[in-house]
């Protein structure tokens, strides 16, 4: 039995093209999805700062397990309280995206540019922000899928969207 083990180990280390058929590398990368996001955000100072949230985005598939996306949303908060994000997004999955029913962790991070009307004087503000969350990522069609997420993150918030995703080809 040993024997034959060693024999076919060799075999195979000799010839790779008997496991192409096996090698990520062979497959075409998936295409990019646009991402159009809609949502809840409340940023924490004195109290609660509640915002209604929308954003588009593209994303790649880097890896069976992993999607990488650029994402810009714009928040409108209270009287002129307006932010708007510029963010990378990193989600990542047990599950292969392909499955009908993903959950998946993400990590964001971006510029976050504020500007409020602030005691009658105007006030603008850039800053760093980080999230981390997780979500389910749910196939609507062929090309489409919805995906409810929630992250909380610094500045100090709490996210609540709902994405919907179409592959481009």
Same mark, same amino acid.
């Given at each position: 039995m040993l024997p034959r083990a060693v024999l076919l180990s060799l075999l195979?280390?000799?010839?790779?093209?008997?496991?192409?058929a096996q090698?990520?590398?062979?497959?075409?990368?998936?295409?990019?999805a646009l991402l159009v996001s809609g949502g809840y955000v409340a940023f924490a100072d004195d109290g609660r700062i509640d915002h209604g949230m929308g954003?588009?985005?593209?994303?790649?598939r880097a890896m069976p397990h992993l999607a990488a996306s650029g994402d810009l949303s714009y928040m409108v908060g209270p009287g002129s309280d307006r932010d708007l994000l510029l963010a990378a997004t990193v989600r990542a999955s047990v599950l292969r995206w392909s499955? =009908?029913?993903?959950?998946? %962790?993400?990590?964001?991070? +971006?510029a976050?540019?504020?500007?409020?009307?602030?005691?009658?004087?105007?006030?603008?503000?850039v800053g760093m922000l980080l999230q981390v969350g997780g979500g389910v990522r749910i196939a609507a069609g062929r090309r489409v899928f919805i995906a409810?997420?929630?992250?909380?993150?610094? =500045?100090?918030?709490?996210? %609540?969207?709902?994405?919907? +995703?179409v592959t481009l080809r």
């Amino acid at each position: 039995m040993l024997p034959r083990a060693v024999l076919l180990s060799l075999l195979l280390l000799l010839c790779p093209r008997l496991t192409h058929a096996q090698s990520a590398a062979s497959l075409p990368a998936p295409p990019p999805a646009l991402l159009v996001s809609g949502g809840y955000v409340a940023f924490a100072d004195d109290g609660r700062i509640d915002h209604g949230m929308g954003g588009l985005g593209l994303e790649w598939r880097a890896m069976p397990h992993l999607a990488a996306s650029g994402d810009l949303s714009y928040m409108v908060g209270p009287g002129s309280d307006r932010d708007l994000l510029l963010a990378a997004t990193v989600r990542a999955s047990v599950l292969r995206w392909s499955r =009908p029913v993903v959950p998946y %962790a993400l990590v964001a991070a +971006g510029a976050l540019w504020h500007s409020a009307r602030v005691f009658g004087a105007d006030y603008s503000d850039v800053g760093m922000l980080l999230q981390v969350g997780g979500g389910v990522r749910i196939a609507a069609g062929r090309r489409v899928f919805i995906a409810p997420e929630f992250a909380i993150g610094g =500045p100090p918030h709490i996210r %609540a969207t709902l994405t919907v +995703g179409v592959t481009l080809r």
